[in-house]
């Protein structure tokens, strides 16, 4: 399984888009990017899945470049609620999947 | 998104008994699902895949006969703690998959005194 790397912790603004990005240079050809979100005391929440290229959906927007080396997780106009730990996974995906979770990135929204 | 339930979500007991986790897929069927842990300002750990009808596969370093996992069903994993001890407190998490994404369940605090 791919190893990932993020930023430890992260800190921004209420109102403010963040973007948060991992490296993953061992992706392999069949890989899949997934970022999941995780509050205190709660189990990881799915946010957003890609192979490629750009995919957006109502929470977030998650970009790849060509090479897939790395991967950008944006989400716009962050408020407090959104202060938690995302966590960047590269695996296969389907049912039977392992997911291996690095050490996540804590970000912080402060008014 | 698919929703994926745990029983309890807290629990308390002495060191030397047993406790049961239960891990539910609420509407639909998983055939796979994954159990982990999560100690304080840590990230999640696999700990097990559970199969159903077969048996479950451990992660290294993972005690199979102290986590006892049972897949008696597609909707339900079991995991017991046999004979906790207060280094098993822990957060325990379920994850299910449905069709290209894993769900995770609330999860479940023990604490063990």
């Known amino acids: 399984l791919a190893k990932t790397t993020q930023p430890i912790s992260m800190d921004s603004y209420e109102g403010q888009e963040v973007n948060i990005t991992c490296s993953h240079n061992n992706i392999a050809t069949n890989d899949y990017i997934t970022w999941y979100q995780q509050f205190p005391s709660q189990g990881p929440r799915f946010i957003i899945q890609g192979y490629k290229t750009k995919v957006t959906n109502e929470v977030a927007s998650l970009f790849i470049p060509a090479d897939r080396k790395s991967s950008t997780l944006s989400l716009p106009r962050v408020s407090l609620s959104d202060t938690a730990v995302y966590y960047c996974?590269?695996?296969?995906?389907?049912?039977?999947?392992?997911?291996?979770f690095g050490t996540g990135t804590r970000l912080q929204v402060t008014l | 998104g698919a929703v994926v339930s745990q029983h309890p979500s807290r629990v308390i007991c002495k060191s030397g008994t047993s406790v049961k986790i239960e891990c539910r897929s609420l509407d639909f069927q998983a055939t796979t699902m994954f159990w982990y842990r999560q100690f304080p300002k840590q990230s999640l750990m696999l700990m097990a895949t559970?199969?159903?009808?077969?048996?479950?596969?451990?992660e290294q370093g993972v005690e199979k006969d102290k986590f006892l996992i049972n897949h008696a069903s597609l909707t339900l994993s079991t995991l017991t703690v046999t004979s906790a001890h207060p280094e098993d407190s822990s957060f325990y998490i379920c994850s299910a998959g449905r069709t290209d994404t894993q769900y995770f369940g609330p999860g479940t605090r023990l604490t063990v005194l």
């Open positions: 559970s199969n159903e009808g077969s048996k479950a596969t451990y």
């Open positions: 996974l590269v695996g296969l995906t389907g049912t039977a999947s392992k997911l291996t």
